[in-house]
Each structure stands twice: as structure tokens, then as C-alpha cells.
């Protein structure tokens, strides 16, 4: 009988320990430490969510665009309209604080089709569900020509733009938004790095080190327990 109290039990804490440990919406990113600071890589394609009419589609699995030679990987592209892409991330995994961070992403884009960056905390604290009152150049991303794979660390022709935001302690979520991006665009990995002045290399994603959501359960977690119980039965 105390065995069987002891199997509900640690059930019970199980189910209350799954829902509150943190979960990362990006499955699988890597994590770094070049230059003078932190950074977090992950992929275009592992958006968390986006907008109903999805306008931003992925180039291979829904054949909306077949990438160009090098990417790593699938790639995010706009298929027309506009909307939104979404993706929740977490700083202390790469060994990180709050404060300014940068935004930097790999992609082609050669006819200067810019989007815009919005920050959960930095931008506002609700997440919203229609466009914001974007502004240039706070909050424009990837306004530049770029015909070629490049890792793009500027917002607007050179200037910051809204590449740097005040990211907060542990997970931020952070949405891409339509301003002129269209089927020229190519998104193939984001980072986030607290060196400002940091500029990344293919090579340097490469060598990152590369991390699963799963890294969040314990070693010795109440899964294993609730198998190492029912075998004591």
C-alpha cells in the first residue's frame, strides 16, 4: 500500500514539475561564446508560430522557394502578403543576462525587401496580435542589398536600425514582421549576441555548440524515478 502512495505521489509531482519547467520553443539551436560575449544561434525554419495566413512559408518542405547554394538547411521566405513570424528563445543557455543584445541574421536579399523586428519587454509587453506602429529606423531589419549568403549585423544601410534591443533575463520572444520582404528574401539562421561589435562566420556556427530543449530536464528526473519505482513493485 505505501509503494502504491508512493507511485501516485511521485506521478502527481511529475505532472506539476512538466508544466512548470520552462519549454523552448526553439527545439534545436547552439550556443557560443566568440568574441567578447555570448551568443545563441537557431534556424529560420524553427519559427514558434506564425501569422493564420502564413506568408511565410519554409522553401523546401512547402516548396515555396528552393534555396540557394549554402544555406544550412531549409529557409524561410515570404510567399506574398503580410503577416508574421515568432520564435521564443533563452538567453541564459548561452550564459547570458539581460540587457543590450544584437540581432543578427544570415540571408540573402538582394533587392533591399526589409521587415521589421518587434521584442517581447524592449517593445511592449503584451504580444500583439496586429501589427505595431513600427518606425524607421527603430525598429527596421535587413534594409540593405544583400545578392549573396551574408551575415548581417546592420538594420538599416550600415546603422543599427532595430538590430540591438534590451533582451531580458532568461527566455524573450522576439517577432519578425512584414514591411517589404517578398520571394527574393532568404532567412537561413538568426543569432542574438551580447558583443555588440561581434561578427559571425559561417565556420563560427559550425563550431557552435549545439543544444536540444530537452537539455532542460535533469539528470535523474522524476520520469526515471517513476520507472525505477514501478520496478521496485
Known amino acids: 500500500m505505501l509503494k502504491e502512495i508512493k507511485l501516485i505521489f511521485v506521478f502527481v509531482c511529475f505532472l506539476v514539475l512538466v508544466n512548470i519547467l520552462p519549454s523552448f520553443a526553439v527545439d ?6 566568440y568574441g567578447r560575449g555570448n551568443q ?14 502564413e506568408n511565410y512559408k ?3 518542405e512547402e516548396k515555396a522557394l528552393d534555396p540557394t547554394d549554402g544555406a544550412f538547411g531549409d529557409i524561410v521566405t515570404n510567399a506574398g ?15 547570458g543576462h539581460g540587457g543590450d543584445w544584437r540581432f543578427i541574421a544570415r540571408i540573402i ?8 523586428l518587434w521584442v517581447l519587454g524592449d517593445d511592449g509587453n503584451e504580444i500583439p496580435e496586429v501589427a505595431p506602429a513600427f518606425v524607421r529606423p527603430d525598429d527596421i531589419i535587413f534594409e540593405n542589398n544583400t545578392p549573396e549568403w551574408a551575415w548581417v549585423n546592420d538594420g538599416d544601410f550600415g546603422a543599427d536600425g532595430g538590430t540591438i534591443n534590451d533582451l531580458q533575463d ?9 514591411r517589404g520582404s517578398n520571394l527574393t528574401d532568404q532567412y537561413d539562421v538568426f543569432l542574438w549576441t551580447d558583443d555588440l561589435e561581434y561578427e559571425p562566420t559561417d565556420e563560427d556556427y559550425i563550431n557552435a555548440e549545439k543544444k536540444t530543449k ?6 535523474g528526473s522524476l520520469s526515471v524515478t517513476w ?3 514501478k520496478r521496485d513493485r
Open 28 to 33: 534545436d539551436f547552439r550556443i557560443s561564446q
Open 40 to 53: 545563441i544561434w537557431f534556424e529560420a525554419e524553427a519559427f514558434d508560430e506564425r501569422s493564420p495566413n
Open 58 to 60: 519554409l522553401g523546401i
Open 81 to 95: 502578403g503580410q503577416g508574421w513570424l515568432l520564435y521564443t528563445f533563452d538567453i541564459s543557455r548561452a550564459g
Open 109 to 116: 536579399n538582394p533587392d533591399n525587401a526589409s521587415d521589421w
Open 170 to 178: 532568461g527566455e524573450n520572444t522576439m517577432m519578425i514582421w512584414t
Open 214 to 219: 530537452l537539455a532542460v530536464q535533469p539528470v
Open 227 to 229: 520507472g525505477e519505482l
